[in-house]
Nanobody, 125 residues
Framework: EVQLVESGGGLVQAGGSLRLSCTIS????????IGWFRQAPGKEREGVSC????????YVADSVKGRFTISSDNAKNTVYLQMNSLKPNDTAVYYC??????????????????WGQGTQVTVSS
């Protein structure tokens, strides 16, 4: 059974930083991709960043480019999302998701069959 567990969310002031973690288990395909998505109340789920497990290639959405960084520690089966210079409109539930490598770089949620439960990030002004 594939499981993804996010952690690291919380309440932070604007301009602050948080690091989210996504620990993956049960994924037998070593060649896969992990994506971070977020969903604010009343808005559609938005792709934020992705990383390929095979070559480490990363993708970052324009909306967070220069502020968010994705990385991975394969030995720990964990993917991180470092979020700096946070803004109130970054407030959302953040999810990590897993897919096959063919969809690496995709921000289409339908390409990701496996999802974590989400972690709340709240940025106060």
């Amino acid at each position: 059974e594939v499981q993804l567990v996010e952690s690291g969310g919380g309440l932070v002031q604007a301009g602050g930083s948080l690091r989210l973690s996504c620990t993956i288990s049960g994924f037998t395909d070593d060649d896969h991709a992990i994506g971070w998505f977020r969903q604010a109340p009343g808005k559609e789920r938005e792709g934020v960043s992705c990383i390929s497990s095979s070559d480490g290639r990363t993708y970052v959405a324009d909306s967070v480019k220069g502020r968010f960084t994705i990385s991975s520690d394969n030995a720990k089966n964990t993917v991180y999302l470092q979020m700096n210079s946070l803004k109130p409109n970054d407030t959302a539930v953040y999810y990590c998701a897993a897919t096959i490598s063919a969809y690496s770089g995709s921000y289409y949620a339908g390409h990701y069959p496996y999802w974590g439960q989400g972690t709340q990030v709240t940025v106060s002004s």
